[in-house]
């Protein structure tokens, strides 16, 4: 993002805002691995207490997208771990928004990646594979689709309908 933060893309596009066109999440995401500022095109799943679609989505070239994963905001187990986190920075993901939750947190906080989670949990999820690929999802108040861009800093997180010159 160029050292432009979403605050400032915020104060400098209401007419975005008022159309629709950039949307804020709600701040309900805790902020992990070392990559605090991140963007890119999105991915979407949809999945409830399984991480199988997510780890084979990660283990494919990211090529600088961000993979948004409505989880149903589910607290009663993990979804995402340590080790796809890895491969994920590895195959070049700038970014992993779940909503639900995450666990091996310091494996994850010592990735080059962005991620943000609702919370911690120390439960592994089932490994079903069921979920859907590719489908318009909402989550923090917000619909999400696919090929969407997110922007991401401390401030919070931003949706837009295209991709934003910053």
């Not at 939750?101 to 999820?125: F, W």
């Amino acid at each position: 993002m160029a050292l432009v933060t979403t605050a400032e893309v915020c104060d400098a596009n209401p007419q975005l805002i008022v159309g629709g066109e950039l949307r804020a999440l709600q701040p309900v995401f805790q902020i992990y691995g070392r990559r605090p500022v991140f963007a890119g095109p999105i991915v979407t799943l949809k999945v409830f207490e399984d991480n199988v679609l997510i780890r084979e989505f990660l283990e494919e070239k990211g090529n600088g997208r961000v993979l948004v994963v409505d989880g149903g905001g589910s607290l009663r187990c993990a979804i995402l771990g340590g080790n796809p986190v890895v491969q994920a920075q590895n195959n070049g993901w700038a970014g992993i928004v779940v909503n639900g939750c995450i666990r091996d947190v310091d494996e994850i906080n010592g990735c080059d990646i962005g991620v943000r989670a609702l919370a911690s949990h120390p439960m592994k999820a089932n490994k079903k594979g069921i979920g859907e690929k590719h489908v318009p999802i909402a989550i923090a108040g917000t619909r999400i689709s696919d090929g969407e861009w997110l922007y991401a800093d401390t401030d919070g997180i931003l949706i837009s309908r295209t991709e934003l010159s910053v």
